[in-house]
């Protein structure tokens, strides 16, 4: 079934609540899945600068030593630890470095998202579990998107959980069932995608960085998924300065939208919303079957 949620913020006062107002939209929707949660928080990039979020599962070893570890591999950077996840931040030049280096001296971690902005957490358990491990509340940012997954088709893993991240700064939750995903899964492999999991989420992840690795947009992308995915989804995407939403031509999977000077917000349902500030005055609509929605801050600026 899964819950799904997104916030993507005009007004820049709002900035320091995005942690806390997408924490308690992610956990009104528990219990359209209990299985596991993620949040992805978009904040502002520091010129020249980039991090990668990475998960262990035993952080006491993997993370122990880590940035020093680094700087002999000739790489220096900044580690912040929060339970099971780990930031590392870096000199956005340095990046594929860092990943080859991981590799090789920190083997059993796994990357969650890199970029210049997006931090993800995620984790197997209830989103007020995930939320309080990661202190998502404190955190600030422009957008972000959230999940809470009951798992229909994969297994129950941190990996498996949303979002999905296949390019810098580029995420992806979905609530349905793609029926082509293994076709378009080989498809992509010999484009020079990789794969961490079996989801089908993950390869609509993937199908979106590499159309907009031919330079489209996000909301090209999402135009081109309508063509090119068959099954039922509900996405909800972000890049470093966009957020997209788009339902599948029979739009069986509920979705409501939120608009005022503020903010856009999207949950599954409308109770994710009902805190939001000014919601008692937003332009509330069900996003239509097979419609792109798309907000970019570069483009408003």
Known sequence: ????????????????????????????MTDRGPDSAGIA??????????????????????????????????????VSIKSTHAIIELEASKLGNVRKALE?????????????????????????????RFDVR?????????HTRMATESAVTTLGAHPFSTGADQCLVHNGSLSNHNNLRRELVREGMTFETQNDS??????LTAEM????????????????????FTFVVGT??????????????????AETDQYVAFGSEYRALVNLPGIENARVWEPEPATVYFWDHDKAA
């Not at 993997?62 to 680094?70: H, I, K, P, R, V």
């Not at 090789?104 to 309080?132: F, N």
């Not at 404190?138 to 959230?146: A, P, V, W």
Request: hydrophobic share 40%; glycine share 14%; proline share 5%.
């Open 202 to 207: 993950e390869v609509a992840a993937a199908y």
């Open 104 to 132: 090789e001296i920190r083997p059993a971690v796994r990357l969650m998202g890199s970029g210049e902005s997006v931090e993800i957490y995620k984790e197997i358990g209830l989103p007020k579990d995930v939320v309080a």
């Open 1 to 28: 079934m899964c819950g799904i949620v997104g916030l993507f913020l005009k007004d820049k006062s709002l900035e320091p609540q995005l942690g806390n107002l997408l924490s308690d939209m992610l956990i009104t």
């Open 41 to 78: 928080i978009y904040g502002d990039p520091s010129e020249g600068r980039a991090k990668i979020t990475i998960q262990s599962a035993n952080p006491g070893v993997d993370f122990d030593g880590l940035a020093s570890d680094l700087e002999k591999a000739g790489i220096k950077v900044e």
């Open 213 to 232: 690795a031919k330079g489209k947009d996000l909301g090209q992308a999402l135009t081109g998924a309508l063509d090119d995915l068959d099954g039922f």
């Open 240 to 257: 470093k300065s966009g957020f997209g939403v788009v339902r599948d031509p029979i739009a069986c999977k509920p979705a409501v939208m």
């Open 138 to 146: 404190s955190m600030s940012g422009t957008h972000g998107i959230g």
